[in-house]
């Protein structure tokens, strides 16, 4: 019912703070860390933890990437799986993100980016 004005972890935070008290099913990839779950659980109280997807590499993908102006990357996993496909050649043209955490992956591998909020109807 809500959608935040900065995605990610951070903008989902920010929306709970006028909540007082519930409990919270989080729904998250299999790498994420627990730190939004405790953030909320300390918050909000009881916070179920789910990790309901895994990024993994397409053994499928081209070893050579199509032309492309922009990639936009919306989960730190990606990122990584990007990488290990591609590795820094993958990266020569404009990197967009989701959030800070996306991007914060990308600094990383020394990539610069540019966090770019979908636009969620």
């Not at 008290?21 to 109280?45: D, P, Y």
């Not at 050579?64 to 020569?92: E, H, R």
């Not at 043209?93 to 109807?121: A, H, M, R």
């Amino acid at each position: 019912d809500v959608i935040p004005d900065d995605y990610g972890s951070n903008g989902i935070l920010e929306q709970i703070e006028d909540y007082a008290h519930g409990n919270v099913l989080v729904i998250q990839s299999a790498t994420a860390t627990e730190a939004m779950a405790n953030r909320i659980s300390g918050k909000l109280g009881i916070v179920t933890h789910l990790k309901l997807h895994e990024v993994v590499p397409n053994l499928q993908l081209p070893d050579k990437l199509p032309p492309y102006d922009i990639v936009y990357f919306t989960c730190p996993s990606a990122v990584k799986a990007f990488y290990q496909k591609y590795g820094s050649a993958g990266f020569k043209n404009k990197i967009w993100c989701i959030g800070d955490v996306t991007q914060k992956q990308l600094e990383k591998f020394n990539v610069n980016s540019e966090i770019v909020s979908p636009y969620v109807s």
